[in-house]
């Protein structure tokens, strides 16, 4: 399988990007579950269905427990989710609290590693080129698709 993608072209006349054709991603109208997961990590591992649904039952709860403690939660292979918020600006210091909060949402950094491309000699030293891979999607696929949206059927959790 591969992540689809179609050409869609830049429609405003506004923009600098104006006339341009960009890769545009198409994603699967069906939603992944938690119990599409658990199915997939159990083919994939020895551990039961229910048990993999407790586990990432629980798991949403304890990120919401050190998101209010301030933590970051950093899971490995995945990368780090914290807390951020927007704020109303106010003149006075006193009058910025937690009452200026306008939004919250959790901030997602995918987890990277370094890959060295290759390297160049600069003034006597030699100096690497190197390249920063999301671990989670450095082995994706892309694949032109004409379907502004893949049809669910031809796609499983499973990966058939």
């Given at each position: 399988?591969?992540?689809?993608?179609?050409?869609?072209?830049?429609?405003?006349?506004?923009?600098?990007?104006?006339?341009?054709?960009?890769?545009?991603?198409?994603?699967?109208?069906?939603?992944?579950?938690?119990?599409?997961?658990?199915?997939?990590?159990?083919?994939?591992?020895?551990?039961?269905?229910?048990?993999?649904?407790?586990?990432?039952?629980?798991?949403?709860?304890?990120?919401?427990?050190?998101?209010?403690?301030?933590?970051?939660?950093?899971?490995?292979?995945?990368?780090?989710?914290?807390?951020?918020?927007?704020?109303?600006?106010?003149?006075?210091?006193?009058?910025?609290?937690?009452?200026t909060i306008t939004s919250r949402r959790v901030l997602f950094q995918p987890e990277t590693e370094r890959v060295v491309v290759g390297q160049e000699n600069k003034n006597g030293k030699v100096k690497q080129k190197y390249v920063?891979?999301?671990?989670?999607?450095?082995?994706?696929?892309?694949?032109?698709?004409?379907?502004?949206?893949?049809?669910?059927?031809?796609?499983?959790?499973?990966?058939?």
């Open positions: 399988m591969s992540q689809k993608f179609i050409k869609s072209q830049n429609k405003n006349p506004e923009s600098v990007a104006y006339g341009k054709y960009y890769a545009q991603a198409v994603y699967d109208s069906k939603f992944i579950e938690t119990e599409d997961l658990a199915d997939y990590i159990q083919s994939q591992a020895s551990v039961k269905r229910s048990d993999i649904i407790a586990v990432l039952t629980e798991l949403g709860e304890a990120m919401k427990h050190y998101f209010e403690l301030g933590q970051k939660v950093h899971l490995t292979g995945i990368g780090i989710f914290k807390v951020g918020f927007s704020s109303i600006g106010v003149a006075k210091k006193e009058d910025c609290g937690a009452a920063v891979a999301k671990t989670l999607i450095k082995d994706v696929v892309f694949e032109e698709t004409h379907d502004n949206a893949v049809n669910a059927a031809t796609s499983t959790a499973s990966g058939d």
